[in-house]
């Protein structure tokens, strides 16, 4: 449980290091806010191809309480005392690393964003979001893919084409909340965020049950 613990931790502390330090870095190199949101993608996709495929054989590399949820539901290969250790030390390495972030780039230690993300389009967003991020993980899985590398490049793409630029993980945006920059999340936002987040997280179950259930029993 130690290693399984310390790799979940870090992993989601890296990870959100990575997200909200390249949102501070393209925000201190450029008012272009495409130019942003292309850095942040990129270092994104970048920090998650490495994370995950060092941390995957550890602790499965989710960083992210949705995706454990529907692990332990589908693949049924981790107990409860796993499941909410492993996402404590989610929600915990988010905040983790939001604080390094924001230590590296001399902001306040502890700073509470005020970049609202609201409305139907970017919760609905939200949703189909998570609904890719499980499906890629679960079809790469099963067909013997590099998860890593799809993750990495669902990501990337998503935070192009969906509105929210592509949360998709309740454990980012709580650590997202602590940095007033280009990648922060308001905390008045979050709340409709994790709830998109784990309605999309339901549906995807579904569809993970119905597509590749008889695979898995096959197996």
């Not at 509470?112 to 139907?120: D, H, L, P, Q, Y």
């Not at 084409?161 to 945006?173: K, L, Q």
């Amino acid at each position: 449980m130690s290693r399984r613990t310390l790799a979940e931790f870090l992993g989601t502390a890296l990870l959100v290091m990575a997200v909200v330090g390249s949102g501070i870095m393209a925000q201190n190199l450029t008012k272009d806010i495409a130019l942003q949101l292309l850095a942040n993608a990129i270092a994104t996709g970048g920090a998650l191809l490495g994370l995950i495929t060092i941390f995957g054989p550890i602790s499965g590399a989710s960083f992210n309480p949705v995706v454990s949820f529907v692990s332990y539901f589908v693949d049924r290969d981790t107990s409860v005392v796993l499941l909410v250790t492993d996402v404590v030390a989610q929600v915990a390495g988010a905040i983790a690393g939001c604080i390094i972030a924001n230590i590296m780039f001399a902001h306040p230690f502890i700073e509470m964003s005020t970049k609202v993300r609201t409305g139907g389009p970017t919760w609905f967003s939200e949703v189909i979001a998570t609904i890719g991020l499980l499906l890629v993980i679960w079809g790469g899985k099963r067909a013997g893919a590099n998860v890593a590398v799809l993750v990495a490049a669902w990501i990337t793409g998503a935070y192009w084409f969906t509105s929210s630029t592509s949360v998709a993980n309740p454990a980012v945006g709580i650590g997202r909340m602590f940095s007033d920059s280009f990648a922060g999340i308001a905390p008045e936002s979050m709340p409709m965020f994790a709830v998109m987040q784990i309605v999309g997280g339901v549906i995807g179950f579904l569809i993970i049950k119905t597509l590749w259930s008889r695979d898995r029993a096959a197996s």
